[in-house]
């Protein structure tokens, strides 16, 4: 039986400006948004080519707006990701080369902190 991350809630003070910024900036798919209730709005975003999504809304969590810190990306390109969302209008780090990766960062407009990384060719491939 496979377990599957599908979905992370990330925690916002305004669902609309993080909807904008996910879809309109830093280029997540729209895939669902919707008020199920007066106290319950789900919105779905997915990353390009991500097999797991994030959610934002009302009623969703009780953490406060800006405390993720962490989230992490892989790509197989960091220059170009880092080029595509400077593009974008994304405040982005400089890259950061290390021995387990190259790394890139920046916040959502809460101060939701994301890492992208380019994994080094693992043994021998």
Known sequence: MDWKLEL???????????KAFYTEIAGFHADHDHRVSETLRFVQLTP??????????????????????GMQLVVSDIQTAHDQLAARGVEVSEIQRLA??????????????????????RGGA
Not at 8 to 18: E, M, T
Not at 48 to 69: H, K, N
């Open 8 to 18: 992370v809630a990330i925690p916002v003070s305004d669902v609309d400006r993080a």
């Open 48 to 69: 390009p080519g991500s097999g797991c999504s994030i959610a934002i809304g009302e009623g969703l969590t009780d953490a406060a707006p800006g405390s993720v810190q």
């Open 100 to 121: 387990w990766g190259a790394f890139v960062f920046f916040s959502d407009p809460d101060g939701n902190r994301w890492a992208v990384q380019e994994i080094p060719a």
